[in-house]
């Protein structure tokens, strides 16, 4: 098996190799306003992302990242540059509102393609910045706003004006991405929501699983023991920002129902946002829910979804759904909202039990479901083989490679002109919030055991 291991590695390398003489070096820079130290999928997304092309010599990869710093950074062949950001509140992301700061940058690195993950005030910025290059424009649909950020929100004032808003959402993504050279979507359903809303280049490209870490293999007994839960238990675990979004409190709601019952469910919280104080005091209360806090290192992540049986994943507007698939991957059954990108990876899989109405009695019946002996180990093994039979993140990087050579052997949808104005990317002294560097954290992914910490409401402060 190892001998097979190593002539596989050997083979990939002489492949990458090979392309990486044969192609011209391409130029790519990535812009996200939903890019943060503390964030999910995406985050997860660009950090894959920056580890496989550091280590390519046919791209010269740029990220910009919205910061709290004026620097720069390397890590192997990628460059990473931090831009003064104003936070948004307490929530831990920032946004690029400085259109002269980014154009400076943009400018200086010269990109071929720039992807753009944000739909606000980013794609706008960067068309004025890349004004005069010649630059194609790639945008990758993370979000499902439209819906997600507009129609839902608004629809709780009044139906009526939340369709309203769904439709100005629309508006916005056709002026913004509409008029990108192509849009990157991660599922199927979101290939037919965006042509049917007048996109022309859409391209299903789904999100990858490091399937060596997120494994059953990294199964724990001793940290399961440390929660009181025995072999035979079935634990629960919502490992995602605890927020009105991701539907935290259906979950809650659902662990009410439990408790009026007499039943006492074993359930592990980990991630930050606004649902903090809630989810602290629920630990502190009841001797089998804990709350582990922001859960930074990837190691200790797969370590998580391994030792626990269901994973709880309840937003309506995933558009991928990156922290279920690792979950799938590491042999854990799903509770899953039967909406948009879930709905479709739910029933392909047969990994879980899909529920249209996301409030407390849906789950606690599936809840139910799953507490039936031997019903969440086979949901789990089912996962677990339809996760390592179709992701990988080198898949998808070599995929979303192809798009950007086509874009840039096309001509551009949107400006172009001859020459790019030179300038010089400031330097700075980096400080906190990302940490020393963002090259520092890729380094720090490694097999680590960090002690799982059980959070209270006396806790002085939670891991962000």
Known sequence: M??????HARSIAVSD??????????????????????????RRYHLEKLAFFSKRDDVDYHLIVPSDRDATEKHGNATIHHVPAPQLGTSGYRMLTNPTRLRRTLRAIRPDVV???????????????????????????HAHYPVAYMRQPVSKISPALGKLAEKLGWWWARRTYGRFDATLVAADCLVDALKGAGFDDVVRTPLGVDLELFTPRKRDTALRASWGAGDDDIVLAFPHRLCREKHLGALLEAIDRLHAQGREPFVVFAGAGPGRDEVEALAAAHARIHYLGYIEQRAEMARLLASVDVVASLSKTETFGLSTVEAMASGAAIIGADHLALSGLLHESRAGIAISEIDGESVASAWDELLAPGRAALLGARGHAFAMANYSWRTTFERILGVYRRVTATEPRGFRAPEATSGRVPRATPRTTWGPSIGALLDGEGEKHVAFPRRTASSSQVAR
């Open 2 to 7: 190892t001998s097979n291991r190593l002539h």
């Open 17 to 42: 190799a090979i392309s990486a003489a044969q192609a011209p070096r391409l130029r790519v820079c990535d812009v996200n306003d939903f890019l943060s130290a503390t964030g999910g999928g995406v």
């Open 115 to 141: 992807e753009v993950g944000s739909p606000y005030l980013t794609p706008d910025q960067v068309r004025f910045a890349l004004d005069g290059l010649d630059c194609r424009v790639v945008g990758f649909w």
